[in-house]
C-alpha cells in the first residue's frame, strides 16, 4: 500500500469517483499492466491507438496490485467520467466461453478491498462505483454496490 499512499498523496487534479473495471478475461489468463497497457496502446485494429492504458491500477490474479496510468493523468475506462474519477482494473471477469464470471481470486478480493478502504481514507468523499453504473456493459461482472455494502466501505 505505501506506493498507492505515495500515488494519491501527489494527486493534484479533483477526484470523487472510483470506479472498477474487469480485463473480460477468463481466469486462465494470468496477464497485468504491461498486456493491458499492449492493448490499449497498440494502434487499430489490434489495439485501441490510446496514449496509455485507461485504468490507474491492475490487481493481477494473485492480488499484486500494478500501476497503470500516473493518476494525475485523466484515465481512458469510462465514457463520459473519465474526468473526476480514478479507474482500477481487475484481471478476470468472463468464464471460457466469454460471458461474464465473477471468477476473481481470495487474493484479488483482499487487494481489491485494501485499495478501496485506502483510497477512501485519503479521499473520504469518494464513492466507488462499477464500470457497469455507467455502461450497458456487465464489467465488472459483480455488483460493486453489494460488495461495496457487504464490506462497509
Not at 464489467?139 to 462497509?152: A, D, E, G, I
Request: a neutral charge.
Amino acid at each position: 500500500m505505501g506506493v498507492l499512499q505515495l500515488d494519491l498523496l501527489s494527486l493534484n487534479r479533483p477526484v470523487n469517483k472510483l470506479i472498477i473495471h474487469c480485463s473480460a478475461t477468463s481466469s486462465n489468463m494470468d496477464i497485468g499492466a504491461h498486456e493491458i497497457r499492449k492493448w490499449h496502446v497498440d494502434p487499430k485494429p489490434k489495439g485501441n491507438g490510446w496514449l496509455d492504458i485507461g485504468y490507474h491500477w491492475v490487481i493481477k490474479r494473485d492480488g499484486t496490485i500494478e500501476d497503470g496510468r500516473d493518476v494525475n493523468r485523466v484515465g481512458a475506462h469510462t465514457k463520459g467520467y473519465n474526468t473526476g474519477s480514478l479507474g482500477i482494473c481487475m484481471v478476470g471477469g468472463v468464464n471460457e466461453d466469454g460471458n461474464p464470471s465473477d471468477n476473481f481470486t481470495k487474493e484479488q478480493w483482499h487487494s481489491m478491498e485494501l485499495m478501496a478502504r485506502g483510497i477512501k481514507a485519503m479521499i473520504p468523499h469518494i464513492t466507488i462505483h462499477g464500470h457497469n453504473e455507467y455502461a450497458n456493459k456487465a464489467c465488472p461482472s459483480f455488483s460493486v454496490q453489494t460488495w461495496v455494502q457487504s464490506k462497509n466501505i
